[in-house]
């Protein structure tokens, strides 16, 4: 549900490094990316027009570590895009809808008078001088009063995504030739999230006399990420009925609790916090094949990345994190 949340991805289980992971910037777990015989990242692969994808193999043996070395020792998935196959120009559109609804009504909750109940047998109120007694029966009061809040609720939405995607392919004079582009919308189902992504692809490719083919792809992908401003959707399923958002006056209540240092996630989400990413990478790609004899041939590849990433948080000095 939630967009910029890549996914886990494991083959040859956990290493020793299981309580690193919050520690580094990626997971120790993590296998190998290969992206048409270049290492890759999971963010890159994650974001691939799947549309353009030829195959995916997994390598989890010995074989692995003996091709790509110390680093495949959690395995490898190899990733290889779609070539030039028909020698006729075709232009392909590609829009991948997808729809997502969030179902919160097996969520079996107490309800505020329950809640208190539970809360005053379990001893909460219990105090030698009454310093709760005011807790509990201001409580009781907006129980009493019917009034409840439906926190599971709120900070959800029914949300719209979509991918475009547009290619042209084509042959001629012994040049293969291939141009996509890619724009993707993704939002989750909590309010205010986003993943955008915008992508460029162009291959090239030249056959001489069939001995010599010299390839070259470029490509060009830029990811912009904003999180939720209602934070983490489990703060909202711990929240009480009986607390309300704002006090009689009209005015956000900060924090719940006897502590006072429960937050009030409403109250969060509406001082302007936010945290936002982008991703940019370039990627330039060459290639070549010399056939030297029937079974016999000559191979080199060369590559250069350039990647930049920004990222941007604010958290209002008004928040309930400056409080000790």
């Not at 490898?76 to 919160?104: A, E, G, M, S, W």
């Not at 001489?208 to 209602?230: A, E, F, M, N, V």
């Not at 001082?271 to 080199?300: A, E, M, P, V, W």
Request: glycine share 8%.
């Amino acid at each position: 549900s939630d967009p910029n949340r890549l996914p886990n991805m494991e083959i040859r289980g956990k290493s020793s490094m299981l309580g690193l992971r919050d520690e580094l910037d990626a997971d120790p777990n993590q296998p190998l990316f290969i992206l048409d015989g270049f290492e890759s990242t999971l963010a890159a692969i994650n974001d691939l027009d799947i549309n353009r994808v030829a195959s995916i193999t997994i390598l989890k043996d010995a074989a692995s570590t003996a091709i790509y070395g110390s680093k495949a020792a959690n395995g490898v998935i190899v990733v290889t895009r779609k070539r030039v196959t028909d020698p006729k120009l075709r232009v392909r559109y590609n829009f991948v809808p997808n729809v997502q609804f969030p179902d919160v009504s097996s969520f079996n909750l107490c309800n505020g008078e329950e809640k208190l109940a539970l809360e005053q047998l379990y001893g909460v109120y219990d105090s030698k001088v009454g310093e709760f007694d005011d807790l509990y029966w201001k409580r009781m009061n907006i129980v009493a009063r019917g009034a409840s809040t439906d926190w599971k609720s709120i900070p959800l939405r029914n949300s719209w995504s979509f991918d475009h995607s547009v290619s042209v392919t084509g042959r001629g004079s012994g040049m293969d030739y291939s141009l996509s582009l890619r724009y993707g919308d993704t939002r989750g189902v909590m309010k205010g999230d986003l993943r955008q992504r915008y992508g460029l692809d162009l291959y090239l490719s030249y056959n001489l006399k069939d001995r010599l083919t010299i390839s070259y792809r470029l490509g060009i992908s830029k990811t912009d990420t904003k999180d939720s401003p209602y934070g983490n959707y489990a703060q909202w399923v711990k929240c009480n009925p009986y607390d309300l958002p704002k006090d009689e006056y009209g005015n956000w209540v900060k924090s719940f609790g006897v502590t006072g240092l429960e937050r009030n996630p409403m109250y969060e989400a509406s001082l302007g916090n936010f945290n936002k990413k982008k991703y940019k990478n370039i990627s330039n790609s060459l290639s070549f094949r010399l056939d030297i004899l029937k079974g016999l041939y000559l191979s080199g590849t060369a590559s250069y990345n350039l990647s930049d990433t920004r990222s941007d948080a604010f958290v209002s000095p008004e928040s309930v994190t400056f409080i000790a």
